[in-house]
T-cell receptor, first 107, second 116 residues
Framework: DIQMTQSPSSLSASVGDRVTITCRAS??????LAWYQQKPGKVPKLLIY???TLQSGVPSRFSGSGSGTDFTLTISSLQPEDVATYYC?????????FGPGTKVDIK | EVQLVESGGGLVQPGGSLRLSCAAS????????MNWVRQAPGKGLEWVSY????????YYADSVKGRFTISRDNAKNSLYLQMNSLRDEDTAVYYC???????WGWGQGTLVTVSS
């Protein structure tokens, strides 16, 4: 099975900072990658699908890129409401594995 | 508005069984694939199972294969997860989630606790 890794596992940044999270697949998955945001105590929410397509209603400060094995989620200007854990997920074929998550908080 | 409401969670002894349900509304349930995803306390998300819109394609994570069974009733707009031979490590919040690839709708989750 394809394994998903994320780095860093956690980060602390200031409001307004540019934040980048990396997700790596152990084998190529084309662009079959989604990003989710889970705020503390809340339900996960889809941010990006097909590696770079923003889900409706998601602020434009979120963006995704990549294809094959290496992907990034970027928050162009970190806001207090972005404090959350972010997960990538592959969906090219089963199992639809999630990455271990990246916890983002405010410095 | 997409609404997914899970039910059926609770406390069960190791080796026991439980059936989770998910009631869907706000979208054409019969047209979409569905999934179960779980999250152990303080841990990350784990995909559990997938079922296509017509139930013709079903997948399971290795961790639950042979013990869990996913099903759906399109006439009732409902998704199910039959969980047998439960283990301590199955303790988690179980979410139903809509989507055939990326998961665009999520329920609030139902807590399953496996403990003696």
């Amino acid at each position: 099975d394809i394994q998903m890794t994320q780095s860093p596992s956690s980060l602390s940044a200031s409001v307004g900072d540019r934040v980048t999270i990396t997700c790596r697949a152990s084998q190529g998955i084309s662009n079959y990658l989604a990003w989710y945001q889970q705020k503390p105590g809340k339900v996960p929410k889809l941010l990006i699908y097909a590696a770079s397509t923003l889900q409706s209603g998601v602020p434009s400060r979120f963006s995704g890129s990549g294809s094959g094995t290496d992907f990034t989620l970027t928050i162009s200007s970190l806001q207090p409401e972005d404090v959350a854990t972010y997960y990538c997920q592959k969906y090219n074929s089963a199992p639809f594995t999630f990455g271990p998550g990246t916890k983002v908080d405010i410095k | 508005e997409v609404q997914l409401v899970e039910s059926g969670g609770g406390l069960v002894q190791p080796g026991g069984s439980l059936r989770l349900s998910c009631a869907a509304s706000g979208f054409t349930f019969s047209s979409y694939s569905m999934n179960w995803v779980r999250q152990a306390p303080g841990k990350g998300l784990e995909w559990v199972s997938y079922i296509s819109s017509s139930s013709s394609t079903i997948y399971y994570a290795d961790s639950v294969k042979g013990r869990f069974t996913i099903s759906r009733d399109n006439a009732k707009n409902s998704l199910y997860l039959q969980m047998n031979s439960l283990r301590d490590e199955d303790t988690a919040v179980y979410y139903c989630a809509s989507g055939g690839g990326s998961l665009w709708g999520w329920g609030q989750g139902t807590l399953v606790t496996v403990s003696s």
